[in-house]
């Protein structure tokens, strides 16, 4: 029984090897490759950031007298750059000999890989990051005196009975604990948020192309 159109397309497609259709399998590899690109240069252009804002801040911090938050704030961020410039040199490890499918397959699966680690990196981020800026906010200077114990004497003044653990309002202590809990349970969402509004287009394309290859495909 002789092949239909769409059969010979799909063998073309499937086959690197193919004498039909090697137009679809270029026009699917340049696309893969494409998308694989732009998110690779937007992905090192993002790791350069932090690392620039993160060092601008350092030395901002030493200026308004938080230099304990940008101490934090910077080796965090590194650690997290270091993480991700290793799975970065792992993407470009990605063969781009192989079909466009398989190609779109592996990229997925560091996707999968990538964003799973940073979740978990979130979790520590954000509290480390919110816990960074009460520590160098309380230590700034206050005219002879850090400011989080010019803030306590003025909370006695108004509360004289309220209960201090070390010094500190149990309240307030219960406070930062809340968020910090918070933060660390919604770490990894408010990653994938702010994942989804630096990348989001790139992965519908991908989305899209993978769906356009699977129908080819079956």
Do not use: C
């Not at 090697?22 to 893969?32: A, E, R, T, V």
């Not at 009460?134 to 309220?162: H, Q, T």
Request: charged letters at 20%; glycine letters at 6%; proline letters at 3%.
């Amino acid at each position: 029984m002789e092949k239909s159109i769409e059969n010979i397309w799909k063998e073309g497609f499937l086959k690197s090897d193919a004498l039909v259709a090697p137009q679809i399998n270029d026009l699917y590899n340049q696309k893969s490759i494409h998308i694989i690109d732009k998110f690779k240069r937007m992905f090192r252009i993002n790791l350069i950031a932090i690392v620039a804002f993160s060092f601008t801040f350092l030395v901002i911090s030493f200026f308004i007298g938080i230099p304990i938050t940008g101490i934090i704030f910077f080796v965090t961020l590194s650690v997290l750059v270091i993480i991700n410039k290793k799975l970065l040199n792992d993407l470009n490890k990605i063969d781009f000999g192989v079909s466009s499918y398989q190609y779109l397959k592996v990229f997925n699966q560091w996707i999968n890989k990538q964003v799973s680690i940073n979740k978990k990196i979130s979790r520590f981020l954000y509290p480390i990051i919110f816990i960074s800026m009460i520590l160098g906010f309380w230590f700034k200077d206050a005219e002879g005196m850090p400011l989080g114990e010019r803030l306590v004497n003025e909370v006695l003044k108004s509360f004289p009975d309220i209960y201090l653990i070390y010094g500190i309002p149990l309240i307030g202590i219960a406070i930062v604990l809340l968020i910090l809990v918070l933060l660390a349970l919604f770490g990894g969402r408010i990653y994938k948020w702010d994942l989804n509004i630096v990348y989001g287009r790139i992965f519908k394309k991908l989305e899209e192309l993978m769906t356009d290859i699977e129908s080819l495909r079956s």
